[in-house]
């Protein structure tokens, strides 16, 4: 009766990977928003639906940030991002609000200081009566 052993056959395989370096041809698992980072999220989306300012949202899994778009209307492009950019933080922070020009609004590592850009009072053109 003739035996085979497994190590003969390589390295064994597993169906997960456990850490350490990414063996090659092996992306990086895409970066999400935790439950309690989307329901800070949800909660400043829902004000700023009911008073009519959001309309749409959109949401990405992407290799290095979790992007969380907001639209006027879908067939345009986000007023703001929301990213969640692990690798940042140590450094300015996770968590970024950047309007629709590029610019970053706001960078913290807490997503409910972030969010606060938001709260902020919208200014408003006052005509003046002559």
């Known amino acids: 009766m003739t035996t085979i052993d497994p190590s003969e056959f390589g ?13 090659p041809g092996r992306s990086a698992a895409p970066v999400f928003f935790t439950r ?6 949800l909660n400043v989306y ?14 990405d899994g992407l290799r290095e940030a979790a992007v969380f778009s907001v639209f006027r209307r879908a067939s345009e492009i ?3 991002r929301i990213e969640k ?3 940042l933080a140590r450094k300015q922070g996770a968590y970024s609000v ?9 960078r913290g590592h807490d997503i409910q200081q972030v969010l606060r850009v938001f709260d902020r009072k919208r200014l408003q053109v006052v005509e003046a009566s002559a």
């Open 11 to 23: 390295p064994p395989v597993h169906s997960e990977w456990t850490g350490g370096p990414r063996p």
């Open 85 to 87: 950019q692990p690798k």
């Open 46 to 59: 829902g004000r700023m639906v009911a008073i009519g300012e959001w309309r749409d949202y959109a949401i």
């Open 78 to 80: 986000p007023l703001y």
């Open 98 to 106: 950047i309007s629709a020009t590029g610019h970053i609004l706001k």
């Open 36 to 41: 309690p980072e989307l329901d800070a999220i």
